[in-house]
């Protein structure tokens, strides 16, 4: 299951590569607050009833880097707006891997093959989850990372993304 609030296109897009690129922290606000309008517009009330939401992470060389996870920005606010609990310490990136940007859809998935683990698995048994990524493209990542939370026990993974990326080969919605 996934949902997204929008594509990415126009101001969606601008905003995201602004915040991951060019470092407009503030740009996670407006974007959290996007994501949440579209899951309380949702036709699943269920996804609203979650334990805790786990941004995707990335590798901590990627983030001394950057200085911070978009994703976890993200879910900061989305977790103010929405009462569910930010759990940023249950899901790691173990590996450090090129990023996803200009890669095909099998190349994605080989690309983080195994490259999250859980470093938590209480934070994880038996609850209910969203699972925060900025862009979704052909779905490799949340997959990835929904995997190994499955994997320690979580009962429901719901997979969230600010923006739809239909811009690869063979997309489509």
């Known amino acids: 299951m996934a949902v997204c609030a929008g594509l990415y296109a126009g101001g969606v897009?601008?905003?995201?590569?602004?915040?991951?690129?060019?470092?407009w922290q503030r740009a996670a606000i407006p974007l959290a607050e996007l994501l949440w309008r579209a899951l309380r517009q949702s036709e699943r009330a269920g996804w609203l009833e979650v334990d805790a939401l786990v941004p995707v992470p990335i590798h901590p060389l990627r983030r001394a880097l950057r200085g911070f996870n978009q994703a976890?920005?993200?879910?900061?606010?989305?977790?103010l707006l929405s009462g569910v609990p930010l759990c940023t310490d249950a899901l790691r990136r173990r590996l450090y891997r090129r990023p996803q940007v200009g890669l095909h859809q099998a190349q994605r998935v080989q690309n983080v093959q195994n490259a999250f683990e859980i470093a938590r698995p209480d934070r994880i048994r038996g609850r209910a989850l969203w699972l925060l990524d900025d862009v979704f493209t052909t779905g490799s990542t949340l997959d990835a990372c929904a995997h190994a939370l499955k994997q320690a026990g979580a009962r429901l993974v719901v997979a969230l993304a600010i923006a739809r990326d239909l811009s690869e080969e063979g997309l489509s919605l």
């Open 72 to 79: 976890e920005l993200i879910a900061r606010r989305l977790s």
């Open 13 to 23: 897009r601008r905003a995201v590569l602004n915040l991951k690129f060019r470092r």
